[in-house]
């Protein structure tokens, strides 16, 4: 089934409440806590806002480092991005650099300031409080007259542990390559990432990427990504959020639906309808129908919480 539990969809706006009272703007990353309190980024507000476990809305934070991803630990601190860097911010809301080099693009390891990043977009927090970092490319375009963009640096995953020391666990540092017309020299995307925005960790240290070319998976000790499920010509998979649910299974949101989608790659469609012609937000029994989504993740008891269209809406699974 699927409820409203924060905002009203499609009504935009910036107000605390409880349910339908509450208003979103520009929501960008999400995460969940172990108490299953959901937290958004208002990107144009730079603000970090609370939707409890029973859907009231509060602003937690004004000031949030909210330039790419967003993740929680066990003890209440937020991780988020700022100028390629990562922030730590207490519950209190003081804030440190954590990791990386304000403004500096790179793609160096080390402990905190001496490590450097390109464009840290995924973040999630593991079992053993390690934060991972899906970091991203620097993308620009590579002239006039062209369809191809420059990559520099990112394509990489990150681990920075508990101390701020950064290493590498997936990817290629340093690596620069053309994708486009009329030129190119992307390298095979079976030993790259081309822009790792989004990652789950499940119980087992399994990271799952969300890639532009798809959902891998690997573990945190140099193994090679594996496939679950690649974009490719007319597949129905264009993913653009993740999560992870506590039997295992992942979570893939694109557009308009949420797919569950297994270990050996096969799909079922959970939530949502499969349909250019979207009726926007509808809540009821399932499928229902899900408007743009911008963000998932997973609770416990199969259930789901999907930004989209301006709220935060509650998906009970069967």
């Not at 905002?7 to 995460?31: I, L, V």
Request: proline fraction near 5%; aromatic fraction near 6%.
């Amino acid at each position: 089934r699927v409820s409203g539990w924060g905002g009203a969809a499609p009504q935009p706006g910036r107000n605390d409440g409880e349910g339908a009272q509450a208003r979103f703007a520009n929501m960008g990353a999400s995460c969940i806590d172990r108490d299953g309190n959901v937290y958004v980024v208002d990107t144009s507000g730079k603000s970090l806002r609370k939707v409890t476990s029973t859907g009231v809305t509060s602003t937690l934070f004004a000031d949030f480092p909210s330039d790419g991803g967003l993740a929680v630990d066990a003890s209440g601190n937020f991780y988020g991005v700022r100028n390629r860097a990562i922030v730590k911010v207490s519950p209190s809301g003081a804030q440190q650099l954590f990791a990386g080099q304000p403004g500096v693009l790179g793609y160096a390891d080390g402990l905190g300031s001496a490590a450097s990043f390109a464009k840290p977009m995924g973040l999630v927090v593991d079992a053993e409080g390690n934060l991972l970092v899906g970091d991203s490319p620097d993308m620009v375009s590579a002239g006039m007259f062209t369809n191809a963009f420059n990559y520099t640096f990112g394509t990489t995953i990150r681990k920075i542990t508990p101390s701020g020391l950064v290493s590498t666990i997936a990817g290629v540092p340093g690596r620069i390559f053309t994708a486009g017309y009329p030129s190119s020299s992307m390298p095979l995307l079976d030993v790259t990432f081309v822009n790792p925005t989004g990652l789950v960790c499940d119980a087992a240290g399994t990271v799952w990427i969300l890639d532009a070319s798809g959902v891998r998976r690997t573990d945190q000790k140099g193994g090679a990504p594996v496939w679950v499920a690649r974009n490719v010509a007319g597949h129905p998979l264009a993913a653009i959020a993740l999560a992870a649910d506590p039997q295992g299974d992942i979570l893939v949101a694109d557009t308009s639906v949420i797919r569950k989608v297994r270990a050996d790659g096969s799909q079922t469609v959970v939530a949502g309808i499969e349909s250019a012609d979207r009726s926007g937000v509808r809540l009821g029994a399932l499928p229902g129908s899900l408007g743009q989504i911008t963000g998932l993740v997973a609770g416990a008891a199969n259930v789901l919480y999907c930004c989209s269209e301006n709220s935060v809406l509650r998906i009970q699974l069967p």
